[in-house]
């Protein structure tokens, strides 16, 4: 089962922008039922359809990885060299 908070994200995209599934579809070059299963949360998005999106809806590829509880590699890699950074922003904005 692909991330619902990914597929959402990308339904409220193209829904704020009036754009409809077959259009967004298209201009992605993606099959429109392929869209819809991805928007229902019931497949999962491939990362160079994640790329076209992140174009199309002129976001950062970043906020598609976020949606999908993914980290970048980069900021994996400062966690790993600092742990100290996990507590603390566990301190700060969650579970502390």
Known sequence: M???????LLRELRESK????????RDLGVDASYLSR???GDKKAS???L???ANY???PREDFAFAEGKLPSDIVEILRSHPDLVRQL?????RG
């Open 47 to 49: 990362p160079s359809v």
């Open 2 to 8: 692909a991330s619902k908070e990914l597929a959402e």
């Open 38 to 40: 991805v928007e229902r």
């Open 18 to 25: 009036g754009i409809s599934l077959r259009g967004a579809a």
């Open 57 to 59: 809806y002129e976001l």
């Open 90 to 94: 566990r301190q700060n904005y969650g």
């Open 51 to 53: 790329d076209r999106a």
